[in-house]
């Protein structure tokens, strides 16, 4: 079995393994720790209002939590320069080992006001953001982008240039452009294009679903780490899966479904601890759902999985999925 490789991002030895991507709603405090135990060497927060941490919102400061979960980026959006620096500087307080700036989301009410992947069309205003992050705190500032805003105006590598410029220490890169949202395909030459632009690390992201995909991202772009995001939905133990296959060219499989489960239980559990039964069985109901996919009377039970509304119900709803698989077996 080779040794990984060690690689310095934003000041961080790594190893050249896979990190979790930021994922608002799902790359919770509770799914951090799960993908950590499972072998991602970095994980990145969901993304935080620089606005709304600046007028004190507790459900944002919330988000902010680090403790036993590093290395960890805390994630920020949005397009003032000035609100970014103060809340660069209320994130710096929770000790993150990095700050990450938010100009790939997609989602209209996001780049709707000029935060997130609407900034690509607007990168003297990134740096701007950039900048003022980076002057604000020691920490190092990173950020995450996409290929561009449509196939029109494809210009990540210009724009990485610049956020390297402005004090960027490193940049991820999403391989679709705003207007492709998550739907294939995945542009890997632009992710290499974007290396080859800048002398500071670049993560590449997309399509990253299990080992083999992981290493042709490291081959086809010359990039430093990949980060994993809907690949690991429900499957936090891909970062097993490719550090197994990158170190030994091993291919292991899915575990049993009883398995499957047992960390489904243990993940919502988390989440049920750290947010209150109500609130985490609420946000639970699609995370049981992806852990479910697959099994005997899957689209039955993801149904189910939409009415949870207590732990009672998840543990009920697991029994019912372990007894129609044992039943299918026979």
Same mark, same amino acid.
């Given at each position: 079995?080779?040794?990984?490789?060690?690689?310095?991002?934003? &000041?961080?030895?790594?190893?050249?393994?896979?990190?979790?991507?930021?994922?608002?709603?799902?790359?919770? /405090?509770?799914?951090?720790?799960?993908?950590?135990?499972?072998?991602?060497?970095?994980? #990145?927060?969901?993304?935080?209002?620089?606005?709304?941490?600046?007028?004190?919102?507790? /459900?944002?400061?919330?988000?902010?939590?680090?403790?036993?979960?590093?290395?960890?980026?805390?994630?920020?959006?949005?397009?003032?320069?000035?609100?970014?620096?103060?809340?660069?500087?209320?994130?710096?307080?929770?000790?993150?080992?990095?700050?990450?700036?938010?100009?790939?989301?997609?989602?209209?009410? #996001?780049?709707?006001? &000029?935060? &997130?992947?609407?900034?690509?069309?607007?990168?003297?205003?990134?740096?701007?953001? #950039?900048?003022?992050?980076?002057?604000?705190?020691?920490?190092?500032?990173?950020?995450?982008?996409?290929?561009?805003?449509?196939?029109?105006?494809?210009?990540?590598?210009?724009?990485?240039?610049?956020?390297?410029?402005?004090?960027?220490?490193?940049?991820?890169?999403?391989?679709?452009?705003?207007?492709?949202?998550?739907?294939?395909?995945?542009?890997?030459?632009?992710?290499?294009?974007?290396?080859?632009?800048?002398?500071?690390?670049?993560?590449?992201?997309?399509?990253?679903?299990?080992?083999?995909?992981?290493?042709?991202?490291?081959?086809?772009?010359?990039?430093?780490?990949?980060?994993?995001?809907? &690949?690991?939905?429900?499957?936090?133990?891909?970062?097993?899966?490719?550090?197994?296959?990158?170190?030994?060219?091993?291919?292991?499989?899915?575990?049993?479904?009883?398995?499957?489960?047992?960390?489904?239980?243990?993940?919502?559990?988390?989440?049920?601890?750290?947010?209150?039964?109500?609130l985490g069985m609420t946000e639970a109901r699609k995370i049981a759902a992806w852990y479910i996919k697959g099994s005997p009377g899957a689209a039955a039970f993801r149904g189910a999985c939409?009415?949870?509304?207590?732990?009672?119900?998840? /543990?009920?709803?697991?029994?019912?999925?372990?007894?129609?698989?044992?039943?299918?077996?026979?």
């Open positions: 079995m080779s040794k990984l490789k060690t690689v310095t991002i934003a &000041g961080l030895s790594l190893e050249q393994s896979a990190a979790l991507a930021p994922m608002a709603s799902v790359a919770d /405090k509770a799914y951090r720790l799960i993908c950590k135990e499972y072998g991602a060497v970095y994980v #990145v927060g969901e993304m935080v209002s620089a606005k709304a941490l600046c007028y004190g919102d507790r /459900k944002s400061r919330a988000l902010l939590e680090v403790a036993g979960q590093e290395p960890m980026a805390v994630q920020l959006f949005g397009s003032e320069p000035e609100l970014m620096a103060r809340a660069a500087r209320i994130a710096a307080e929770y000790q993150p080992q990095v700050i990450d700036i938010n100009m790939g989301c997609p989602v209209p009410k #996001v780049a709707g006001n &000029g935060c &997130g992947s609407a900034l690509m069309r607007a990168p003297e205003r990134a740096a701007r953001l #950039v900048r003022a992050a980076a002057e604000a705190v020691e920490l190092p500032v990173t950020v995450k982008i996409r290929k561009g805003w449509d196939d029109s105006a494809v210009n990540a590598p210009m724009f990485a240039r610049a956020m390297e410029a402005a004090g960027a220490a490193a940049v991820a890169v999403h391989g679709r452009t705003r207007q492709q949202m998550y739907r294939p395909p995945v542009d890997r030459e632009i992710i290499r294009q974007v290396k080859e632009a800048v002398s500071i690390p670049v993560i590449g992201n997309g399509g990253i679903v299990d080992g083999p995909s992981a290493l042709e991202m490291y081959q086809e772009t010359g990039c430093d780490l990949v980060m994993v995001a809907q &690949g690991s939905y429900g499957r936090p133990w891909v970062f097993r899966q490719i550090r197994r296959y990158l170190e030994a060219g091993e291919l292991l499989p899915e575990p049993p479904l009883a398995e499957r489960l047992e960390v489904m239980l243990r993940h919502v559990s988390m989440m049920v601890e750290f947010k209150g039964e109500r939409g009415r949870l509304s207590s732990w009672e119900d998840l /543990k009920s709803l697991t029994a019912q999925v372990l007894r129609q698989s044992l039943e299918t077996e026979d």
